[in-house]
């Protein structure tokens, strides 16, 4: 492909204008005429003014497209706006077009086609200072067409006007059709699609072959003096590879991981410095509530002393009591004797007397005793059968009352039958008929009373009739009696006040865990975390529920409900799962039910899970990351959906008013707000529920009391109705009396006289008499002994009875304390704890409690500074959000900075958890997602690329040698070749990169610092790694971008080769005089370019150079072979730039010629006051050839003739 038409609109200075080519073009002109500016047109054309692709205005040495020693850079921008000498001749926003019309020579096949680049450009002023800003650049290839500037201008009552940039597609496609216009934005894609269509193809090439063509001919263009052959190979031969934003990439990516490292550790640190004041905090916790329990212990234990003491005390007033006792009964039976003996000496003296009826009044005596007896036994059962009636009557009463109430007559409906009411009617009644003076009964005449039985005795037995007919109706079970279900009713009601009591603690418990900002878990769960603490504390076992919030209240109940008991899974670090849960698996019954969450396999399954939109897990905060991942994983597909309708057609789902699916099914799944348990407002809406569910339960355990105490009330009084037998005993007592009065009459009737004296027995019993008087006054004597002693025991009991009472509020107040620390601390069990106190309490050493109580409350001191000095710590170095409040102590041991201590212990648990299961778990995975992503970049993309890199730099060197094989130039057949050698400096980093690259996995499954390698490449990774975290930036990237420039890892040579002659060594070569090395230099940027073009690859290439200030270092006859060996011997289309004092050696060899000239302009042109003109030329070579031919003849005849004139002369 050759350059066959170049239009130039708004370019530069120079005209708009067309330039025909053709085989060799020679741009001339003076020193700043614009040829340079023509020849930067073409090379924007072929570079796209892509970035190190390029350089303006090549021909000055010391130029570079950077702008370095302060010097004015041109831009494409500055060239649509026509800058010379930083004035601009366009000073309004300008488009400018450049177009390149590329042709097939004769033997390739492939069609004609344009590369267009438009750009519009504006002038931006600050002050005097003025800089060109590009704003739109277009690019096209437009294959099968050969673009004419009259397509990209419009014409219009005699004035041109240049074609919008923004109506330029458009009129392109209206005048070649859509197929003929392809338009790129990017510049890569532009280039891919011009060496594509510059080689035939319909398509486009790679990038890589894109930008190494362009480069060749950015390079050939710019001519650079060869001032060492070793960096004219690096430089101009091979291709510089830029690494430079990998290495400080790979270089970032350390000292992130460095620096996450460092916080890691840090974090680490805290969390550890977090346990300790945890733990500490704990320790507190646990010795307060020793130290509680200790002075409840000690004051149960002093109580229980005291009460053995008091317990002694009423046994020895029992035991003085009783032998009181004894001792009245001494006296009685003393006077008894008295009385007996006494008898007997009336007896003798009868006797004695000779009295005939002593006998007979004898025997009606003994009977009148006999009968006595009788009548006082008969009178107390009247008595008691007395007070058993009014009993009954009462508790008739009360029974009635009761059967009278809602509760027992709806609970027992027989009840209340006429029967029962007429029971009750006739006991009520009977009151009326028994006797008023049943207590004269007692006295000796009760003749009146026992007139009054017998006249009412048949009204007497009809009230114990009555009785007992209501006795019968509860007691009797044979006949249905109605005690039984009254009992079973007065034990379900007080089953349901112990289970609506039992309820209600269970609520208070749950809402002083609310209150304290902790969650009531199920009771196995509670066990099976106590277990785990016990016995596996390094597993941290926590619950699910403690980890999750639901952002949307709205979403909360249906969410929990669809989770279920799975809320309630255990949470443990990921080395202790199996333990936990064979843990769990060897509690006893039903505790292990437990579940204990698969937190690593969560994690990793959870990586795999894409989220929809609506899932679930998107209204969810967590401050766990297993927590996170095990709903992501088991939810996550769980999907938020708007109706029944919605739901019926999702595979997992839920909705908003508590309804899901799942398994192909759909249920109810919501759940009440007494049970929510996700975040803080959940918590804070169970409590209110909680609270709303105590007053019920308040409410309905009152109720229950009350049933209770009635049906327990009726329980009493019926089981306190007795049988009745009070009119038989009244009988029994009338018919004692009767016998009485007979015998008293029998006795009136009795003529007793007297017979003879018994002196010898009346003197015997009398003085057994006077033995019983001695006896009775010892006894007088030792009562009051007994008394007085008994009075000292009743004092020290009293006392003891007063020193109880104040022990006994001195153990409430400690039971007290104790239930205090439950409201508090809800983990702690009070009902358990006392009643092992209550235990301890009976075998208490005091002194050794007392030293205890000594040691634990210094242990708690120290516990309270250790907990002040940790978190002091913490906050000094954690971030803001992270600090833990905690109030200065104040010098005061008491309930107030236990409750403090609590409140600090569960902040520095939620801390705690938030960095070590949240922050760290994230920072790690991040630290080994950089890891990773670090070792990618720097074995991949460092590497990789360094040692494909010294591949590609040897078989490009190969390649060349192999392409200058064909490449003879001169008389001599002279050609070249590279050669290159180690250089011992870099040998160890190349062998570092081939270890890298071979080394199986690494990368992937191997971790570049966990590799082994040999001992020399792991001093070069320290090397690197040392490098990369170098706090010197600049030193260490220009280190860096050493090592990594694959270019300097050889020295290269090139060897002239002449047949039959040493190879010469051309950096040995050099004399002095430049023009020897330019010859060669040409001849492998000739094979260098050939090579990038791809010449030996299809059969359409371009053959197109240009070159700019050419041949400034080489003669006339060797610049002539160069354009020669690049025309004939290459058939490359040459395109060069000279001066016009030195085109004129050059004339008979070029087709076309442009002069360039800058001249005044009569007008001026915006800034500027010149103006450009350009010649264009067409050489009719044969004649020039003839013509110079000609002129050569006569300027050696000349000089022949001078020769001669000289010689003749001397």
Same mark, same amino acid.
């Given at each position: 492909?050759?350059?066959?038409?170049?239009?130039?609109?708004?370019?530069?200075?120079?005209?708009?204008?067309?330039?025909?080519?053709?085989?060799?073009?020679?741009?001339?002109?003076?020193?700043?005429?614009?040829?340079?500016?023509?020849?930067?047109?073409?090379?924007?054309?072929?570079?796209?003014?892509?970035?190190?692709?390029?350089?303006?205005?090549?021909?000055?040495?010391?130029?570079?497209?950077?702008?370095?020693?302060?010097?004015?850079?041109?831009?494409?921008?500055?060239?649509?706006?026509?800058?010379?000498?930083?004035?601009?001749?366009?000073?309004?926003?300008?488009?400018?077009?450049?177009?390149?019309?590329?042709?097939?020579?004769?033997?390739?096949?492939?069609?004609?086609?344009?590369?267009?680049?438009?750009?519009?450009?504006?002038?931006?002023?600050?002050?005097?200072?003025?800089?060109?800003?590009?704003?739109?650049?277009?690019?096209?290839?437009?294959?099968?067409?050969?673009?004419?500037?009259?397509?990209?201008?419009?014409?219009?009552?005699?004035?041109?006007?240049?074609?919008?940039?923004?109506?330029?597609?458009?009129?392109?496609?209206?005048?070649?059709?859509?197929?003929?216009?392809?338009?790129?934005?990017?510049?890569?894609?532009?280039?891919?699609?011009?060496?594509?269509?510059?080689?035939?193809?319909?398509?486009?090439?790679?990038?890589?072959?894109?930008?190494?063509?362009?480069?060749?001919?950015?390079?050939?263009?710019?001519?650079?003096?060869?001032?060492?052959?070793?960096?004219?190979?690096?430089?101009?031969?091979?291709?510089?590879?830029?690494?430079?934003?990998?290495?400080?990439?790979?270089?970032?990516?350390?000292?992130?991981?460095?620096?996450?490292?460092?916080?890691?550790?840090?974090?680490?640190?805290?969390?550890?410095?977090?346990?300790?004041?945890?733990?500490?905090?704990?320790?507190?916790?646990?010795?307060?509530?020793?130290?509680?329990?200790?002075?409840?212990?000690?004051?149960?234990?002093?109580?229980?002393?005291?009460?053995?003491?008091?317990?002694?005390?009423?046994?020895?007033?029992?035991?003085?009591? =009783?032998?009181?006792?004894? &001792?009245?009964? #001494? *006296?009685?039976?003393?006077? $008894?004797?008295? /009385?007996? +003996? !006494?008898?007997?000496?009336?007896?003798?003296?009868?006797?004695?007397?000779?009295?005939?009826?002593?006998?007979?009044?004898?025997?009606?005596?003994?009977?009148?005793?006999?009968?006595?007896?009788?009548?006082?036994?008969?009178?107390?059962?009247?008595?008691?059968?007395?007070?058993?009636?009014?009993?009954?009557?009462?508790?008739?009463?009360?029974?009635?009352?009761?059967?009278?109430?809602?509760?027992?007559?709806?609970?027992?409906?027989?009840?209340?039958?006429?029967?029962?009411?007429?029971?009750?009617?006739?006991?009520?009644?009977?009151?009326?008929?028994?006797?008023?003076?049943?207590?004269?009964?007692?006295? =000796?005449?009760?003749?009146? &009373?026992?007139? #009054? *039985?017998?006249?009412?005795? $048949?009204?007497? /037995?009809? +009230? !114990?009739?009555?009785?007992?007919?209501?006795?019968?109706?509860?007691?009797?079970?044979?006949?249905?009696?109605?005690?039984?279900?009254?009992?079973?009713?007065?034990?379900?009601?007080?089953?349901?006040?112990?289970?609506?009591?039992?309820?209600?603690?269970?609520?208070?418990?749950?809402?002083?865990?609310?209150?304290?900002?902790?969650?009531?878990?199920?009771?196995?769960?509670?066990?099976?975390?106590?277990?785990?603490?016990?016995?596996?504390?390094?597993?941290?076992?926590?619950?699910?529920?403690?980890?999750?919030?639901?952002?949307?209240?709205?979403?909360?109940?249906?969410?929990?409900?669809?989770?279920?008991?799975?809320?309630?899974?255990?949470?443990?670090?990921?080395?202790?799962?199996?333990?936990?849960?064979?843990?769990?698996?060897?509690?006893?019954?039903?505790?292990?039910?437990?579940?204990?969450?698969?937190?690593?396999?969560?994690?990793?399954?959870?990586?795999?899970?894409?989220?929809?939109?609506?899932?679930?897990?998107?209204?969810?905060?967590?401050?766990?990351?297993?927590?996170?991942?095990?709903?992501?994983?088991?939810?996550?597909?769980?999907?938020?959906?708007?109706?029944?309708?919605?739901?019926?057609?999702?595979?997992?789902?839920?909705?908003?008013?508590?309804?899901?699916?799942?398994?192909?099914?759909?249920?109810?799944?919501?759940?009440?707000?007494?049970?929510?348990?996700?975040?803080?407002?959940?918590?804070?809406?169970?409590?209110?529920?909680?609270?709303?569910?105590?007053?019920?339960?308040?409410?309905?355990?009152?109720?229950?009391?009350?049933?209770?105490?009635?049906?327990?009330?009726?329980?009493?009084?019926?089981?306190?109705?007795?049988?009745?037998?009070?009119?038989?005993?009244?009988?029994?007592?009338?018919?004692?009396?009767?016998?009485?009065?007979?015998?008293?009459?029998?006795?009136?009737?009795?003529?007793?006289?007297?017979?003879?004296?018994?002196?010898?027995?009346?003197?015997?019993?009398?003085?057994?008499?006077?033995?019983?008087?001695?006896?009775?006054?010892?006894?007088?004597?030792?009562?009051?002994?007994?008394?007085?002693?008994?009075?000292?025991?009743?004092?020290?009991?009293?006392?003891?009875?007063?020193?109880?009472?104040?022990?006994?509020?001195?153990?409430?107040?400690?039971?007290?304390?104790?239930?205090?620390?439950?409201?508090?601390?809800?983990?702690?069990?009070?009902?358990?704890?006392?009643?092992?106190?209550?235990?301890?309490?009976?075998?208490?050493?005091?002194?050794?409690?007392?030293?205890?109580?000594?040691?634990?409350?210094?242990?708690?001191?120290?516990?309270?500074?250790?907990?002040?000095?940790?978190?002091?710590?913490?906050?000094?170095?954690?971030?803001?959000?992270?600090?833990?409040?905690?109030?200065?102590?104040?010098?005061?041991?008491?309930?107030?900075?236990?409750?403090?201590?609590?409140?600090?212990?569960?902040?520095?648990?939620?801390?705690?958890?938030?960095?070590?299961?949240?922050?760290?778990?994230?920072?790690?995975?991040?630290?080994?997602?950089?890891?990773?992503?670090?070792?990618?970049?720097?074995?991949?993309?460092?590497?990789?690329?360094?040692?494909?890199?010294?591949?590609?730099?040897?078989?490009?060197?190969?390649?060349?040698?192999?392409?200058?094989?064909?490449?003879?130039?001169?008389?001599?057949?002279?050609?070249?070749?590279?050669?290159?050698?180690?250089?011992?400096?870099?040998?160890?980093?190349?062998?570092?990169?081939?270890?890298?690259?071979?080394?199986?996995?690494?990368?992937?499954?191997?971790?570049?610092?966990?590799?082994?390698?040999?001992?020399?490449?792991?001093?070069?990774?320290?090397?690197?790694?040392?490098?990369?975290?170098?706090?010197?930036?600049?030193?260490?990237?220009?280190?860096?971008?050493?090592?990594?420039?694959?270019?300097?890892?050889?020295?290269?040579?090139?060897?002239?080769?002449?047949?039959?002659?040493?190879?010469?060594?051309?950096?040995?070569?050099?004399?002095?005089?430049?023009?020897?090395?330019?010859?060669?230099?040409?001849?492998?940027?000739?094979?260098?370019?050939?090579?990038?073009?791809?010449?030996?690859?299809?059969?359409?290439?371009?053959?197109?150079?240009?070159?700019?200030?050419?041949?400034?270092?080489?003669?006339?006859?060797?610049?002539?072979?160069?354009?020669?060996?690049?025309?004939?011997?290459?058939?490359?289309?040459?395109?060069?730039?000279?001066?016009?004092?030195?085109?004129?050696?050059?004339?008979?060899?070029?087709?076309?010629?442009?002069?360039?000239?800058?001249?005044?302009?009569?007008?001026?042109?915006?800034?500027?006051?010149?103006?450009?003109?350009?010649?264009?030329?067409?050489?009719?070579?044969?004649?020039?050839?003839?013509?110079?031919?000609?002129?050569?003849?006569?300027?050696?005849?000349?000089?022949?003739?001078?020769?001669?004139?000289?010689?003749?002369?001397?």
């Amino acid at each position: 492909m050759f350059l066959k038409r170049f239009i130039f609109i708004n370019w530069g200075n120079i005209p708009t204008l067309d330039f025909e080519f053709g085989p060799i073009n020679l741009f001339s002109g003076g020193n700043g005429s614009g040829k340079t500016t023509a020849a930067d047109a073409i090379q924007t054309i072929m570079t796209a003014a892509h970035e190190n692709l390029f350089q303006y205005n090549p021909g000055q040495d010391e130029t570079t497209q950077r702008g370095r020693g302060g010097k004015r850079v041109r831009t494409l921008a500055s060239y649509v706006l026509g800058c010379d000498d930083g004035s601009y001749a366009r000073l309004e926003p300008s488009d400018g077009y450049l177009a390149a019309v590329f042709h097939p020579n004769n033997d390739e096949a492939a069609e004609p086609f344009t590369a267009l680049i438009a750009v519009r450009a504006w002038l931006e002023r600050a002050g005097s200072h003025a800089v060109a800003r590009e704003d739109v650049a277009q690019f096209y290839v437009l294959p099968g067409v050969e673009l004419t500037q009259q397509q990209l201008v419009d014409e219009a009552a005699g004035s041109r006007q240049v074609l919008p940039v923004t109506e330029l597609q458009t009129r392109l496609v209206q005048a070649l059709g859509k197929r003929r216009v392809e338009r790129y934005d990017g510049k890569k894609a532009y280039l891919r699609r011009l060496y594509g269509a510059l080689r035939g193809k319909p398509e486009s090439v790679s990038d890589m072959e894109a930008v190494a063509a362009a480069r060749a001919f950015s390079r050939f263009m710019a001519y650079k003096p060869v001032k060492s052959i070793d960096r004219f190979v690096a430089d101009e031969i091979l291709e510089q590879r830029d690494l430079g934003e990998a290495i400080r990439s790979v270089s970032s990516q350390l000292k992130t991981i460095h620096g996450m490292e460092r916080d890691a550790a840090q974090l680490v640190e805290s969390i550890d410095t977090l346990a300790r004041a945890e733990g500490h905090a704990q320790t507190y916790i646990a010795h307060w509530i020793d130290l509680n329990l200790l002075d409840y212990t000690l004051a149960k234990a002093e109580f229980e002393l005291r009460q053995q003491d008091f317990l002694h005390g009423r046994e020895q007033q029992r035991d003085g009591r =009783r032998a009181l006792q004894d &001792t009245d009964n #001494a *006296i009685v039976v003393a006077g $008894d004797e008295a /009385r007996s +003996v !006494q008898q007997q000496l009336i007896t003798v003296e009868a006797q004695r007397q000779g009295i005939s009826a002593l006998q007979k009044k004898d025997e009606l005596e003994q009977q009148g005793r006999v009968l006595d007896t009788a009548l006082r036994d008969a009178v107390r059962r009247v008595l008691d059968e007395d007070q058993a009636i009014t009993a009954n009557i009462q508790a008739t009463r009360e029974i009635g009352r009761l059967l009278a109430t809602p509760g027992i007559g709806d609970a027992l409906p027989q009840l209340a039958g006429l029967q029962t009411q007429a029971s009750v009617r006739a006991v009520e009644a009977s009151a009326k008929s028994v006797l008023a003076n049943i207590h004269d009964l007692v006295q =000796r005449d009760a003749v009146g &009373t026992v007139s #009054a *039985i017998e006249q009412r005795q $048949d009204a007497l /037995r009809e +009230v !114990q009739s009555a009785h007992n007919q209501w006795y019968a109706l509860w007691h009797d079970r044979s006949a249905g009696g109605q005690r039984d279900p009254l009992a079973e009713l007065a034990h379900a009601r007080k089953a349901r006040y112990g289970s609506l009591g039992a309820q209600r603690v269970d609520k208070q418990r749950e809402i002083a865990r609310l209150d304290a900002n902790e969650v009531s878990y199920p009771g196995y769960v509670e066990r099976a975390l106590n277990a785990i603490r016990q016995q596996c504390p390094a597993a941290d076992p926590r619950v699910l529920c403690d980890h999750v919030e639901v952002r949307d209240p709205r979403w909360q109940s249906a969410i929990e409900g669809y989770i279920g008991s799975a809320r309630y899974a255990i949470l443990v670090t990921e080395d202790f799962e199996s333990e936990a849960i064979r843990i769990v698996r060897r509690l006893p019954g039903r505790d292990n039910r437990a579940r204990v969450i698969q937190g690593a396999k969560a994690a990793e399954d959870a990586a795999r899970v894409r989220l929809d939109e609506d899932s679930i897990i998107h209204v969810l905060e967590f401050s766990h990351a297993v927590a996170r991942a095990y709903l992501v994983a088991s939810y996550g597909t769980v999907l938020r959906v708007d109706s029944a309708e919605q739901l019926r057609r999702t595979r997992r789902g839920v909705t908003e008013d508590g309804m899901g699916s799942g398994n192909y099914a759909m249920w109810r799944c919501d759940v009440p707000d007494s049970e929510l348990v996700f975040g803080a407002a959940a918590r804070e809406r169970a409590l209110r529920a909680k609270r709303d569910e105590l007053a019920v339960l308040e409410q309905e355990w009152h109720q229950a009391n009350d049933q209770m105490q009635q049906s327990e009330s009726l329980l009493r009084s019926v089981d306190s109705l007795r049988q009745s037998e009070y009119g038989d005993a009244l009988q029994e007592v009338a018919s004692i009396q009767r016998r009485i009065d007979e015998t008293a009459a029998l006795l009136g009737q009795l003529d007793l006289s007297e017979h003879r004296d018994l002196e010898d027995r009346l003197q015997q019993l009398q003085r057994r008499i006077d033995e019983l008087d001695a006896r009775k006054a010892e006894l007088n004597s030792r009562k009051g002994r007994l008394q007085t002693e008994l009075e000292g025991i009743e004092q020290q009991i009293k006392a003891l009875g007063a020193l109880q009472e104040r022990n006994r509020e001195k153990v409430e107040t400690h039971e007290a304390a104790l239930q205090g620390i439950a409201a508090v601390w809800p983990d702690f069990d009070v009902g358990a704890r006392l009643d092992g106190a209550d235990g301890e309490a009976k075998t208490l050493q005091v002194e050794s409690a007392t030293a205890q109580r000594a040691e634990t409350e210094r242990l708690l001191h120290a516990a309270e500074r250790r907990t002040a000095e940790e978190i002091q710590a913490h906050n000094q170095r954690c971030r803001p959000s992270d600090q833990v409040a905690y109030a200065p102590f104040s010098g005061d041991y008491g309930p107030d900075l236990f409750a403090s201590i609590c409140a600090v212990s569960r902040e520095l648990d939620r801390v705690h958890n938030i960095l070590k299961n949240n922050i760290l778990v994230d920072k790690h995975r991040a630290l080994a997602e950089l890891k990773a992503a670090f070792n990618n970049a720097f074995v991949s993309h460092l590497c990789h690329a360094i040692y494909q890199a010294l591949g590609e730099g040897r078989r490009q060197i190969d390649l060349l040698n192999r392409e200058l094989q064909h490449h003879q130039f001169g008389a001599d057949r002279e050609t070249f070749r590279f050669a290159g050698e180690w250089v011992p400096e870099y040998r160890d980093y190349s062998r570092f990169f081939e270890d890298v690259v071979k080394t199986p996995g690494l990368g992937d499954e191997v971790n570049l610092f966990d590799a082994a390698l040999s001992e020399r490449s792991d001093r070069v990774r320290e090397e690197l790694m040392a490098l990369l975290l170098d706090e010197d930036e600049g030193k260490a990237m220009r280190d860096l971008a050493r090592i990594a420039d694959y270019r300097n890892y050889r020295r290269y040579e090139i060897y002239k080769e002449v047949e039959g002659k040493e190879p010469i060594p051309l950096s040995e070569y050099g004399t002095g005089s430049g023009g020897q090395l330019e010859t060669p230099a040409y001849i492998i940027r000739s094979a260098a370019i050939t090579s990038a073009f791809r010449f030996a690859e299809g059969g359409v290439h371009l053959r197109m150079v240009l070159v700019d200030e050419a041949f400034s270092k080489m003669d006339e006859t060797r610049s002539r072979e160069v354009i020669r060996y690049l025309s004939e011997s290459l058939g490359l289309q040459l395109l060069f730039i000279m001066p016009t004092s030195k085109c004129g050696p050059y004339m008979d060899l070029i087709s076309n010629e442009f002069v360039f000239a800058k001249v005044p302009s009569v007008t001026r042109r915006g800034e500027l006051n010149t103006r450009v003109l350009v010649d264009r030329k067409q050489v009719n070579e044969a004649r020039v050839r003839e013509l110079w031919e000609s002129h050569r003849r006569s300027v050696y005849q000349q000089a022949a003739f001078d020769f001669m004139e000289e010689f003749a002369a001397q």
